[in-house]
């Protein structure tokens, strides 16, 4: 798994959010949270770095099977392309890095990285549709909707939840698929 990969998931861990949501919700000014119009910059500074790495590998490849093949010699274009791929390579741990302190500073605030539901409720409420939106395009995938499949298909996307919630989420699946 690649570094942009890996912060991205772990954002969205942290969160407990898939990141187009978070984007959107920062778009539209919803969120109260100071860290994360930085840490989605970042991110994205990362994702950039990250395709570019991996342009850089591709070209890399390319030159050196051309010089395999014996229409080159070991030459620049091939010493060019690796010192560019360990420079973006360098470049994305260090903009990892920065997004991985940012969380930190975000626990430091002491922000809760999800909205978590009182233990009394027992219906979804609104801020539960965005988990249930989620969940259909879980459940939507499966084969067979039960507990522990709709766990790991949110686990999957990066969303813990509790019992309690998986259970409110999941009647609400399960009654609206009876009633189609």
Known sequence: MSTAIYTRRLVEHRYGRPLEELQRGNASGRSDDPVLPILL???GGLAQTNADARSARRNL???????RSGEHVLDDLVLL????VVDLERQEQTEAEAVWDLLDVRLLLDRPSAQRPPAHRAAPASDDQDL????????AGLQRL???ALRRGLRDRGIHVSNRRLGVVLQRLRAESSSH
């Open 61 to 67: 490849d390319a030159a050196w099977q051309r010089c």
């Open 132 to 139: 249930l939106v989620i969940a259909r395009e879980v459940a």
């Open 81 to 84: 392309y690796a010192t560019e």
């Open 41 to 43: 910059r970042r991110l």
């Open 146 to 148: 039960n507990r522990e």
